[in-house]
């Protein structure tokens, strides 16, 4: 149990670091605006849809997953 908690103690700082490196940078440079990606603009209103990028982002994550399995 002490090594769970270990790991969810460098899980927790691993995040903390990506997030302020991505807080600061301004994000994912295009990741949002892909091609594909579903943005309407009406008057005051506004819907995003990013249907690519979460497709990339599912395939990328797949693929460390299967990665870590071997």
């Known amino acids: 149990m002490q090594d769970f ?5 460098v899980l927790g ?6 997030g302020m490196l991505l807080w600061k940078t301004g994000g ?10 579903i943005f309407i603009q009406r008057g005051n209103s ?6 690519v990028t979460c497709l990339l982002i599912s395939a ?3 693929l460390v997953m299967w990665l870590l399995r071997r």
Do not use: Q, W
């Not at 700082?13 to 990506?18: A, N, P, S, Y």
């Not at 994912?28 to 091609?35: D, V």
């Open 28 to 37: 994912l440079g295009g990741l949002g605006r892909l091609p594909g990606d």
């Open 46 to 51: 506004t819907f995003v849809f990013p249907i």
């Open 13 to 18: 700082i691993v995040l903390t670091i990506v």
């Open 5 to 9: 908690g270990k790991l969810i103690f």
């Open 60 to 62: 990328v994550l797949t």
